[in-house]
């Protein structure tokens, strides 16, 4: 079983940065990833981003590339998320999820195994 703690979300002005991490616990998979979803109100959970586990490939929806970045510290078992450039579009509930096996084209939640609780980012205007 693979426990995640999200944390780092927040209120922020239109075009500032917010990080948020994800602290994973207990069993961790080699050939698995980790991403991060939102969702806004009213709307269906979208991904984000995602990093494979083992080599560190990254990948992103498009409405956040070059704005979003996604990494992971291997010894902390912890993935990031720094958001720069925000927008109130961005405003929404952001979860970290992991999957034990990794396909490159995965972008749906069902698709990945394992969830936290979720983290506000609120994005004014």
């Known amino acids: 079983q693979v426990q995640l703690v999200e944390s780092g979300g927040g209120l922020v002005q239109a075009g500032g940065s917010l990080r948020l991490s994800c602290a994973a616990s207990?069993?961790?998979?080699?050939?698995?990833?980790m991403g991060w979803f939102r969702q806004a109100p009213g709307k269906e959970r979208e991904f984000v981003a995602a990093?494979?586990?083992?080599?560190?490939?990254?990948y992103y929806a498009d409405s956040v590339k070059g704005r979003f970045t996604i990494s992971r510290d291997i010894a902390q078992n912890t993935v990031y998320l720094q958001m720069n450039s925000l927008k109130p579009e961005d405003t929404a509930v952001y979860y970290c999820?992991?999957?034990?096996?990794?396909?490159?084209?995965?972008?749906?939640?069902?698709?990945?195994?394992?969830w936290g609780q979720g983290t506000q980012v609120t994005v004014s205007s």
């Open positions: 207990g069993r961790t998979f080699s050939s698995g990833a």
């Open positions: 990093i494979s586990w083992s080599g560190g490939t990254t």
């Open positions: 999820a992991a999957v034990r096996s990794w396909r490159s084209w995965y972008r749906q939640w069902g698709e990945f195994n394992y």
